[in-house]
C-alpha cells in the first residue's frame, strides 16, 4: 500500500513502456521525377506545329495534346509518345517520339513518328521526321528511315537493310549502306550512296569512323572505291 495515497499496487506489476518521440526523416526528392516534371511542365507551355498524314496540311497544337484533328480533311492525328520496353509489333503513326527501351523488341511492320531514341533491337520498319538517335550496339535488321541520324559514341552497329536519310553523324562505329538525299542547285542534287566500313581516320560522310565508298547519282559527279 502506498504511504502517500492509500492504494494498493503489486510490486511485480509491469513498468509502462516508455514512449520516444522519434522525427521521420524526410526522403530526398528524385531528381529524375523533378527532371520529368519540369519537361512536362515545359512541354505543356510551348506549342508545336504537326503536319497531317493525309494531306501534310500543317496546324499549330498545344504541347500537352495528345492527339488533335486536321482541319482540312478531318483525319485524326495521334501525337502521343510512345515507350517501347518489351515485345511489340502494332503499327505506330504518330506525331510524337517513339523510345525503344535497352529491353524492347520493335518488330512492327510500319512505325512512323517525329523523332526516335532507339536503345533496343530494331527488327521492324522505323520512319522518323526528324532525328534518329542510335545508343545500342549490335545488329540492326530493320529498316530505318530519317532525316537526320545519329550514332552515339561507343556505339559499334551493322545494319542489314539501307538506311536512308537526308544526313547522317557517326560518332562511334557503323556498317551498312547508306542513301543520303542531297540537296543542291544545279548538278549537286540527287541520291548520294555509300558502303560504310569501320576506319580510324575521318573520311567521306561519317564525322570519326567511318569511310564512304559509292557513287553519287542524279549529278555528274562520281566517286568510287
Same mark, same amino acid.
Given at each position: ?70 482541319? +482540312? ?7 502521343? $509518345? ?5 515485345? /511489340? #509489333?502494332?503499327? *505506330?503513326?504518330? @506525331? ?23 536503345? +533496343? ?7 522518323? $521526321? ?5 545508343? /545500342? #550496339?549490335?545488329? *540492326?535488321?530493320? @529498316? ?82
Amino acid at each position: 500500500m502506498c504511504r502517500q495515497c492509500g492504494r494498493y499496487y503489486s510490486p511485480f506489476a509491469p513498468k509502462a513502456a516508455l514512449k520516444l518521440s522519434v522525427k521521420e526523416e524526410t526522403p530526398a526528392p528524385d531528381n529524375s521525377s523533378i527532371r520529368h516534371r519540369f519537361e512536362d511542365f515545359w512541354k505543356r507551355q510551348r506549342s508545336l506545329v504537326v503536319e497531317c498524314f493525309e494531306c501534310q496540311r500543317k496546324q499549330q497544337v498545344s504541347g500537352s495534346a495528345t492527339s488533335t484533328i486536321c482541319p +482540312g480533311c478531318s483525319a485524326h492525328i495521334d501525337l502521343r $509518345d510512345y515507350k517501347i520496353s518489351s515485345g /511489340f #509489333s502494332r503499327t *505506330i503513326r504518330t @506525331r510524337g517520339d517513339v523510345h525503344l527501351m535497352a529491353k524492347g523488341d520493335l518488330s512492327s511492320s510500319s512505325v512512323i513518328c517525329r523523332s526516335a531514341l532507339i536503345e +533496343g533491337k530494331l527488327r521492324g520498319n522505323l520512319q522518323c $521526321d526528324g532525328t534518329a538517335t542510335i545508343n /545500342f #550496339s549490335g545488329r *540492326i535488321p530493320g @529498316r530505318l528511315t530519317a532525316r537526320h541520324v545519329i550514332v552515339e559514341r561507343k556505339v559499334s552497329i551493322h545494319c542489314f537493310r539501307r538506311v536512308r536519310v537526308s544526313s547522317i553523324e557517326i560518332k562511334g562505329a557503323m556498317s551498312g549502306e547508306i542513301i543520303a538525299q542531297t540537296h543542291g542547285q544545279g548538278d549537286h542534287s540527287g541520291e548520294r550512296r555509300g558502303l560504310f566500313r569501320p576506319a580510324r581516320h575521318r573520311s567521306g560522310w561519317s564525322d570519326a569512323g567511318g569511310i564512304v565508298a559509292g557513287t553519287k547519282t542524279g549529278g555528274r559527279e562520281h566517286s568510287g572505291a
